[in-house]
């Protein structure tokens, strides 16, 4: 079940970061469904929380807490803003000052691109964990190095292809809170532009991945 829920945010979150393809009560609308899944996951995770007053606090555990904080923060200051600049679900109910300031589009697109990079921060992380269960439910026991390379190698081209396709979605000028109007990789089609952010997402991923194998992270 915990599986099927993060493919569905997975998949979620990619189809929000295309809203330029989609109609505005599409994105609206699936973006207000994403809050269920969002939730359904702390329930389930509830027990990081009322751990967080006991054992020892090292490096990583710190680094886990601030990375969690982080993205939570990003996807409240990414929902808050959506409902205040809706041009659907709540335009009869937001003020038409707050639905046309500028300032407030801005801070949603850029909320939003920080919702990207730390839930990609995010699945790295925990990515150890889930990897050795896949391995384990399909039986098997033993990485021989070829394959431990070849998985190498694949890790490698899916970065650099992450790294690429943030320069070609202005990544980095977005995050700094740029006015992007259009960036190269909105050229593309909307199947190319999801791609686009799943390798965003992938190249943050592994990020995580490397934070995670710090020495004394614990991901219980």
């Known amino acids: ?43 389930l995770n509830r027990r990081y929380v009322s751990s967080l007053g006991r054992g020892r606090w090292n490096g990583p555990r710190g680094v886990r807490f601030a990375l969690n904080v982080l993205l939570a923060s990003a996807c409240l200051v990414t929902v808050i803003s959506g409902c205040l600049t809706s041009s659907v679900l709540f335009a ?28 990609g921060l995010h699945l790295g992380w925990h990515l150890p964990a889930w990897w050795q269960r896949w391995l384990h439910a399909a039986g098997i026991t033993a990485r021989p190095l070829p394959a431990r390379m070849l998985l190498l190698g694949l890790g490698g081209l899916l970065g650099a292809g992450g790294i690429y396709a943030a320069q070609q979605d202005l990544l980095i000028e977005r995050l700094q809170g740029a006015h992007v109007f259009m960036a190269p990789a909105l050229s593309y089609s909307g199947a190319g532009y999801a791609l686009a952010q799943v390798g965003i997402i992938i190249v943050f991923a592994e990020i995580g991945w490397l934070l995670s194998l710090w020495k004394g992270a614990r991901l219980k």
């Open 92 to 119: 009869d109910i937001v003020p038409f000052s707050l639905r046309s300031n500028p300032s407030l589009y801005q801070l949603h697109g850029t909320a939003a691109h920080y919702f990207l990079v730390l839930a």
């Open 1 to 43: 079940m915990r599986y099927g829920l993060d493919i569905l945010m997975f998949v979620l979150l990619v189809g929000e970061m295309a809203f330029f393809y989609l109609l505005p009560l599409v994105h609206e609308a699936v973006g207000v469904a994403f809050l269920l899944p969002i939730l359904w996951h702390l329930v």
